[in-house]
């Protein structure tokens, strides 16, 4: 299991953040979520063996957020 967090951008509001909780979750392999909407921050914790990074990435690119490298 990899942990990591990913800073993204747009996120004005707590629906913001449901959303991006949402569109993350329903990546495979992606085992838990959580969305810190003040640090504009979200930590994911994911079987590398499913998914990657990149996947969720663009998960969140999808939603209509950017994620900053
Ligand atoms: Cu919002």
Not at 17 to 27: F, P, R, S, W
Not at 47 to 58: E, F, G, P, Q, R
Request: hydrophobic share 40%; proline share 0%.
């Amino acid at each position: 299991m990899t942990q990591e967090i990913i800073n993204i951008n747009g996120m004005m509001c707590g629906h913001c953040q449901a959303t991006v909780e949402k569109a993350i979750k329903a990546v495979k392999g992606v085992k838990n979520v959580k969305v810190d909407l003040e640090k504009k921050q979200a930590a994911v914790e994911y079987d590398d063996a499913a998914t990657d990074m990149s996947k969720i990435k663009k998960a969140v690119t999808d939603a209509g957020y950017e994620v900053v490298v």
